[in-house]
């Protein structure tokens, strides 16, 4: 039985990596195949080099991604160092069940004061 958790366990990471890149790869594929189809685009100017739409599609999607979780992220990190009203609120939503009554009062509830 140990044998098989550890097999498991070990083999969980590579699963998830497996289904990300797949739904990345389809999502890319998908976006490819209507430009083609619907818009009738096979190849994109940039520069004075005639790139495929697949590699337009799939750099505009990692862009997008990019920016979109840096700016996620930049705005969550701004609200949860903002000592406001909303933002204590806020910070009071979100912590109250996820840690014991004791952290909160001792790390939390010190700043709605």
Same mark, same amino acid.
């Given at each position: 039985m140990k044998g098989a958790l @550890? =097999?498991?366990t070990r083999?969980?990471?590579l699963?998830? /990596?497996s289904l990300v890149l797949t739904k990345i790869a389809v999502t890319i594929y998908a976006g490819d195949v209507v430009v083609r189809? &619907? &818009?009738g685009i096979d190849t994109a100017d940039i520069l004075g080099l005639q790139i495929d =739409? !697949? @590699?337009v599609i799939a750099r505009g999607l990692a862009f997008t991604t990019g920016v979109i979780g840096g !700016?996620?992220?930049l705005a969550a990190d701004l /609200? &949860?160092?903002?000592?406001s009203v909303a933002a204590t609120t806020l910070k009071e939503q979100l912590f109250r069940h996820a840690i014991t009554a004791n952290q909160f009062n001792a790390s939390v509830a010190p700043m709605a004061k």
């Open positions: @550890w =097999v498991t083999q969980e990471p699963t998830i /990596v189809t &619907l &818009l =739409v !697949f @590699w !700016f996620a992220r /609200v &949860l160092r903002s000592d």
